[in-house]
């Protein structure tokens, strides 16, 4: 409550934040919120083994850095008319004068790059030593779950989607950012009309669902 209490001051006070700084507020709101609560679903403690291993830690970072990319994409529009800028678009944005595809596409290479490090840790994990306790394997695969679980709610949700959504099937599509899509599941905080974006922006290899 702490973490989202300090998030929900950022957003009221307006304030310009850099990455490592968002990065930072969101990794609390999130992963420290809810990895211990997939520790209490398994009845483990890992507690001890995320002292032993520091890769264990480090793959609770990664998922919650995917989260907050996969969602920050999805949930742009949404939180763009509800007046909500916590989101990393708007930090993009910024750096970049204002391109949203651009934005958009470097949101999607660091999701990949999150994952490509993930995939590497766990198949790591799994061939060593640590890969024979079982409670670290189920957790190390409710992970990967988490992810692709993530993912998924996105693609279906008429939070970000709009009411009577229903997801087709293509992870390939285009979003479109403007007052002329079905409304989101939100009530709205009026805005000017030249800060909505323009134009669709293509979400195309943003994000990979998980095979496992």
């Known amino acids: 409550m702490d973490a989202c209490h300090a998030e929900r001051g950022l957003i009221d006070s307006r304030a310009v934040l850099d990455l490592p700084t968002y990065e930072y507020h969101r990794h609390r709101s999130i992963g420290e919120c809810c990895?211990?609560?997939?520790?209490?679903?398994?009845?483990?403690?890992?507690?001890?083994?995320?002292?032993?291993?520091?890769?264990?830690?480090?793959?609770?970072?990664?998922?919650?850095?995917?989260w907050i990319g996969v969602n920050d994409v999805f949930s742009y529009r949404k939180e763009l008319y509800s007046g909500d800028t916590m989101n990393e678009i708007h930090l993009a944005l910024a750096d970049n004068g204002g391109n949203l595809q651009a934005a958009v596409d470097r949101i999607a290479a660091i999701v990949h790059r999150v994952e490509t490090e993930f995939d590497n840790l766990t198949t790591t994990l799994r061939a060593g030593a640590a890969g024979q306790d079982s409670s670290l394997r189920a957790y190390l695969d409710a992970l990967e779950a988490m992810i692709a679980g993530n993912l998924e709610w996105s693609y279906l949700t008429p939070r970000y989607n709009g009411r009577g959504h229903t997801w087709n099937g293509q992870k390939d599509t285009t979003a479109i950012l403007t007052p002329t899509a079905p409304s989101t599941c939100h009530t709205p905080t009026p805005r000017p009309r030249h800060q909505w974006p323009p134009t669709p922006i293509e979400l195309a290899n943003t994000a990979l669902p998980r095979t496992g």
């Open 35 to 66: 990895l211990p609560l997939l520790e209490f679903a398994l009845d483990t403690d890992l507690t001890d083994r995320l002292d032993e291993l520091p890769e264990l830690r480090r793959l609770n970072v990664l998922v919650a850095r995917h």
